[in-house]
Structures are given as C-alpha cells and as structure tokens.
C-alpha cells in the first residue's frame, strides 16, 4: 500500500527566505520556485521537500513546532547537525544512539518547522545505487 515517501510540507511566513535558507542546506536549487511554493528534489530517490506559504497549512495546525518529524539520512549525522546549527537552526532533539548503529537529531528550522537528520544503517542497505 505504501510505496514511499512522496512529499514532506514546511511551511513558512517567507517561502523565498525559507527558499534559499534550504538551497544552501541541501546544496541545489529548488525543482519548482515559485512565489508561494518551492520544490526540492532530494536524495537517492529524488524525493521532495515542499516549502508553502503558511497561508495555505491545514486548519489545526499547530503554531509552534510539532507533529510527525520526518527523518533524512545522512552520511555524518554530528557534522550535519552541527551544520544546521550554524546555519541558525535551533536544536530540537541532540543527537541520540539508538539501537542497531541508528543516530537521530532534529532541528527547528528557522521558519518553525522540525527538520530531522538520522544515520541509518537501513537505508544504506537499501539505497538504490
């Protein structure tokens, strides 16, 4: 029934702002760029991250960061995180061991949105290359 991850939505007040704060993350331009909406495609198996204006969330939405936390792997969990953490982004959770060589973190990004970096052993095992 699942097949993947299709989608993950931030929002924020300035998509542009929020825009090149995550070109210069992630190190490539937005797919789709526009005044409402930018589209990256990231990763192994293109997946994408969309940045809406948070005029068009979902009612209920909570003001402050929460929810889900959708995780990215990366290679170097410590210099990805502390990375992020220059770039302005607050710590949410510190990177944590988890059984089975799996490392997670998570950061709120500087438009209010938790944005999750995890070393997974899983996904390096099954990484389309």
Not at 75 to 80: I, K, S
Not at 90 to 103: L, N, Y
Not at 113 to 119: D, P, S
């Amino acid at each position: 029934m699942f097949r993947g991850l299709a989608t993950i939505s931030f929002f924020a007040d300035d998509v542009a702002a929020a825009a090149d704060w995550y070109t210069e993350v992630l190190g490539l331009e937005p797919h789709v760029d526009r005044p409402a909406y930018a589209e990256f495609r990231i990763g192994d198996q293109q997946q994408e991250l969309a940045v809406i204006d948070r005029r068009f969330a979902p009612h209920g939405q909570a003001e402050g960061p929460g929810g889900a936390i959708a995780f990215w792997h990366v290679d170097n969990l410590e210099a990805a995180y502390e990375r992020l953490l220059a770039m302005g982004a607050k710590e949410h959770e510190a990177p944590s061991h988890r059984s089975g060589g799996f490392v997670t973190a998570s950061v709120v990004d500087p438009f209010g949105n938790i944005l999750g970096v995890m070393y997974s052993p899983h996904y390096l095992e099954t990484a389309i290359r």
